[in-house]
């Protein structure tokens, strides 16, 4: 069974929701990257999100485009992230993913490697499933085919603005998860959550036997307070990248702790 099925079904056992914590690969470096996904791991992260850095991103904020800038500029390559992430892979309780490996890719990214080669490459290096932002429905039969094929995850996006017939396609087409955006917007920090959200989620119960997961601008506890009644799991980024702009005046140990003290009061939340 994929991780990532695993971990959702473990946690419905449970009663309990998935904590989601996203960081860019590379950001202040690989090395810290290593050392925050292991501190996610051990504070209460049911999944880890990686992003991959792109130039272009496509509906991220200025908090994570910075942050993938920041990678970019130390030439963090696709091959590299692949290289750190084996290593990490090594180390429990990643070597058992009973915390799984996602990655945050552009589907440029995986075009340009070519999807049967990143594919693989991100099935080696101990990834279990992809979120791919930019991939149409309409162009994913090939990606999820193949994917399929490797029992890895292509995990897709609806968002408030999706229409309905098209929402039910992209839930049918989505495997391991289904990413439910919060706002018609990018990714960042907000002081409060859309009513609506709260119907669109119930709607989408209807529509799928996929977990859902939540994500952009949730920040807060009474956000994750707010959706752990309605949805399987949400997913934090902008919080914990923010306090890594920091990295260039501070010590990346001291900030890594207040990241993984943020990590737990989220996850308490979630799952009191």
């Known amino acids: 069974m994929n991780p990532i099925d695993a971990t959702f079904q473990r946690l419905r056992t449970q009663g309990k929701k998935a904590f989601i914590p996203f960081i860019t690969a590379g950001d202040p470096d690989l090395d810290s990257t290593g050392l925050l996904l292991r501190e996610f791991a051990k504070h209460g992260a ?7 850095p792109y130039s272009d991103p496509i509906a991220d904020g200025p908090v994570i485009q910075a942050s993938y800038t920041r990678a970019l500029a130390i030439r963090v390559k696709i091959a590299d992230i692949f290289q750190s992430l084996r290593k990490i892979g090594t180390l429990p309780p990643l070597v058992e993913r009973t ?84 706002i018609a917007g990018i990714t960042g920090e907000r002081d409060r959550l859309p009513e609506e959200l709260l119907g669109q989620l119930t709607w989408l119960r209807k529509q799928t036997d996929l977990p859902i997961c939540v994500g952009f601008g949730i920040s807060k506890p009474e956000h994750v307070r707010m959706l752990r009644e309605v949805a399987d799991g949400v997913i934090v980024g902008s919080a914990f990248v923010r306090r890594l702009e920091q990295a260039g005046s501070r010590p990346v140990q001291a900030i890594a702790q207040e990241i993984a003290d943020l990590a737990q009061t989220l996850a308490d939340a979630l799952n009191p």
């Open 99 to 182: 915390v799984p490996l996602v990655a945050m890719v552009s589907y440029s990214l995986i075009h340009r490697r070519g999807p049967e080669v990143f594919l693989q490459e991100a099935s080696d290096a101990g990834i279990s499933g992809a979120i791919v932002p930019d991939l149409p429905i309409e162009e994913a039969k090939e990606m999820t085919a193949l994917a399929a094929e490797r029992d890895f995850k292509v995990i897709l996006l609806v968002t408030p603005t999706t229409p309905k017939e098209r929402a039910i396609q992209i839930a049918r087409a989505s495997t391991g998860f289904l990413y439910c955006v919060t």
């Open 46 to 52: 049911s999944i880890l999100e990686v992003g991959f």
